[in-house]
């Protein structure tokens, strides 16, 4: 079993900034990706990052050179940069990641952190 484990949400004006890191642990074969969701009230969960083993990465074009994310292989972490933040942005943020066993994709999610930014 694999845990993931967010922090760094939390309350924020207009503008600012937060960083939210993800830990994956347990019996971790192989983390083919780890990325970002968020689920704002009334709406979907919708993809906001994600990084892959080989370090490309994705981006919702809404985020686009606001946000980043980077990677810890090591620790098996990734984080996400959030800078000139908006009221839109609010939403709970969930952490993902997907380990690979052979042909089989495993995917694991955090218990989401909340962000919510003030106008």
């Known amino acids: 079993q694999v845990h993931v484990v967010e922090s760094g949400g939390g309350l924020v004006q207009a503008g600012g900034s937060l960083r939210l890191s993800c830990a994956a642990s347990g019996n971790i074969f192989s983390i083919n990706a780890m990325g970002w969701y968020r689920q704002a009230p009334g709406k979907q969960r919708e993809l906001v990052a994600v990084?892959?083993?080989?370090?490309?990465?994705e981006y919702a074009d809404s985020v686009k050179d606001r946000f980043a994310i980077s990677r810890d292989n090591a620790k098996n972490t990734v984080y996400l940069q959030m800078n000139s933040l908006k009221p839109e942005d609010t939403a709970v943020y969930y952490c993902n990641t997907q380990e690979k066993r052979g042909l089989v994709q495993y995917n694991y999610w955090g218990q989401g952190t909340q962000v919510t930014v003030s106008s």
């Open positions: 990084i892959v083993s080989d370090g490309s990465t």
